[in-house]
């Protein structure tokens, strides 16, 4: 079984920056994909950013698009997501997720394992 264990969530002021991190342990993802979802209070699950075997390809949301960095390290089968200059809309509890294939969906149904979530919380 795989276990994927998240770090680094906390309470960040809007502008700053905090980073996320995802460690995988039990079997080898690092020929998968690993990604970010978001779940904030009263809405479903949603894509953040999703990043391909070797680290060489990524994806993100449209809201995040130029403020939060994917990226992994392959030898430890970690994935991180730096997170700069967070919004208010930004607070939500991230879950990390991985998949044993090298493509990169958006759908949090392409993905077989995730972790138990790290809340964020944006403050003004």
């Known amino acids: 079984q795989v276990q994927l264990v998240e770090s680094g969530g906390g309470l960040v002021q809007a502008g700053g920056s905090l980073r996320l991190s995802c460690a995988a342990s039990?079997?080898?993802?690092?020929?998968?994909?690993m990604g970010w979802f978001r779940r904030a209070p009263g809405r479903d699950r949603d894509f953040v950013a999703t990043?391909?075997?070797?680290?060489?390809?990524?994806d993100y949301a449209n809201s995040v698009k130029g403020r939060f960095t994917i990226s992994r390290d392959t030898a430890s089968d970690t994935v991180y997501l730096q997170m700069n200059s967070p919004e208010l809309e930004d607070t939500a509890v991230y879950y990390c997720?991985?998949?044993?294939?090298?493509?990169?969906?958006?759908?949090?149904?392409?993905?077989?394992?995730w972790g138990q979530g790290t809340q964020v919380t944006v403050s003004s």
């Open positions: 039990g079997r080898t993802f690092s020929s998968g994909a």
């Open positions: 997720a991985a998949r044993p294939y090298g493509s990169i969906p958006i759908s949090e149904w392409a993905y077989d394992y």
């Open positions: 990043i391909s075997r070797g680290g060489s390809t990524a």
